[in-house]
């Protein structure tokens, strides 16, 4: 069982949506959860990071934690076709800048 | 904010020889970067951490004398693939520690945009 799983999509969705991204993690002792995304062949961009479990809102991104249920999510809200890249949901322990990375999910908005 | 540099972007090589990566990091100073290698649709894979003025520590499975890493200054680490074949070729990615994210003991890491290596 990998430590981090996450649906690869393809996701589609029309502007204007909400999108939800979602992964699930097994190891209890992580502590710092990260969403990161991708454009095509370029390196992941931080979007969004959390500690313990809760919610955290940016503009149109709210990440959300769940550790009862190792559950993490990304919503986008007004999706817009600027938002279409792969989105990488990542965690760790404490005490290590070891980042477990999920697969990614590849999120397409089309006008 | 924090930018990392990495060079050079995409690389073709004939099979046996070597391959020299960069990554800098361009307005902080970096004790440690880290390299993570990509494969098409499979997650990010750390490869090894790598320590300012000390030996490289590399995750199990890595083989080190094939992936060489150097980090002689604050701001430059390098990755040499040595005789490489074409199960080398894969995205190879630096990233740094670059700040806390205003989160309570956390390490941001800031990604280099990517080198991706093909092996003839």
């Known amino acids: 069982q990998k430590e981090v799983e996450q649906d690869p999509g393809p996701l589609s969705v029309p502007e204007g949506a909400i999108v939800s991204l979602n992964c699930t993690y097994s190891n209890s002792a992580f502590q710092y959860f990260m969403w990161y995304r991708q454009y095509s062949r370029k390196g992941p961009e931080l979007l969004m990071y959390t500690y313990s479990s809760g919610n955290k809102e940016d503009g149109r991104f709210t990440a959300q934690v769940d550790k009862s249920s190792k559950y993490i999510s990304l919503f986008i809200r007004d999706s817009q076709p600027s938002d279409s890249a792969t989105y990488l949901c990542a965690s760790r322990t404490y005490n290590t800048d070891k980042l477990i990375f999920g697969t990614g999910t590849r999120l397409q908005v089309f006008p | 904010g924090a930018v990392v540099s990495q060079h050079p972007s995409r690389v073709i090589c004939k099979s046996g020889t070597s391959v020299k990566i960069e990554c800098r990091s361009l307005?902080?100073?970096?004790?440690?970067m880290f390299w993570y290698r990509q494969f098409p649709k499979q997650s990010l894979m750390l490869m090894a951490t790598s320590n300012e003025g000390s030996k490289a520590t590399y995750e199990q499975g890595v083989e080190k004398d094939k992936f060489l890493i150097n980090h002689a200054s604050l701001t430059l680490s390098t990755l040499t693939v040595t005789s490489a074949h074409p199960e080398d070729s894969s995205f190879y990615i630096c990233s740094a520690r670059s700040g806390t994210g205003g989160v309570p003991g956390a390490n941001v890491l800031t990604f280099g945009a990517g080198s991706r290596l093909t092996v003839l």
């Open positions: 307005d902080f100073q970096a004790t440690t």
